[in-house]
Antibody, heavy 121, light 111 residues
């Protein structure tokens, strides 16, 4: 059974960097048949896919256009986890952030528990 | 990028069937068999109920079914049960920007 356990701060100041980590059990971040995503949810923006990382003989990263200039998703094979960094945050980035396993065309079958991140001074 | 269009609410009595629609464009729903449906209870993460228009992941009751016609996808819940009361979201692959877009969600009430 795949489990995703998120960790990271729930409060970030404007202009700073939001950082979250997702620890994987029951699968591997280096799997050739999985992709690892970050999705956020807010009342104003709804559900929004942010990006993903996956391994197919080499590492690939893909990001949503809306955050492409500010986002980085990185795997950590030594800890079997992946992380999200979102730079220069504003109150608009306040949301519940989820890590997920899945693909753009076939859906996201495992989700982390969610982390509410508030951007406020 | 515009979200997929869902009705804000739907309802039905126990045992009845209810259908929730999800309307997009030829660049997303109409262009690919890549529609998924998620169930979300309050305070919980979304749960994948239907993928690739009409496939049920392991463990999802066969009371849940999906279909698509043109640019509109549908989720049907048959034999409504109290635990089906939740928010439901559709999503689709969007080929122009190579990403996923979601619907705004439908709150399903079991009367």
């Amino acid at each position: 059974q795949v489990q995703l356990q998120q960790s990271g701060p729930g409060l970030v100041k404007p202009s700073q960097t939001l950082s979250l980590t997702c620890a994987i059990s029951g699968d591997s971040v280096s799997s050739n048949s999985a992709a690892w995503n970050w999705i956020r949810q807010s009342p104003s923006r709804g559900l929004e896919w942010l990006g993903r990382t996956y391994y197919r003989s080499k590492w690939f990263n893909e990001y949503a256009v809306s955050v492409k200039s500010r986002i980085s998703i990185n795997p950590d094979t030594s800890k079997n986890q992946f992380s999200l960094q979102l730079n220069a945050v504003t109150p608009e980035d306040t949301a519940t952030y989820y890590c997920t396993r899945g693909f753009l065309k076939t859906g996201f079958d495992y989700w982390g528990q969610g982390t509410l991140v508030t951007v406020s001074s | 990028q515009s979200a997929l269009t869902q009705p804000p609410s739907a309802s039905g009595s126990p045992g009845q069937s209810v259908t929730i629609s999800c309307t997009g464009t030829s660049s997303d729903v109409g262009g690919y068999n890549s529609v998924s449906w998620y169930q979300q209870h309050p305070g919980k993460a979304p749960k994948l109920m239907i993928c690739e228009v009409n496939k049920r992941p392991s463990g999802v009751p066969d009371r849940f079914s999906g279909s698509k016609s043109g640019n509109t996808a549908s989720l049907t819940v048959s034999g409504l049960q109290a635990e089906d009361e939740a928010d439901y979201y559709c999503s689709s692959y969007e080929g122009t920007n190579n990403f996923v877009i979601f619907g705004g969600g439908t709150k399903l009430t079991v009367l």
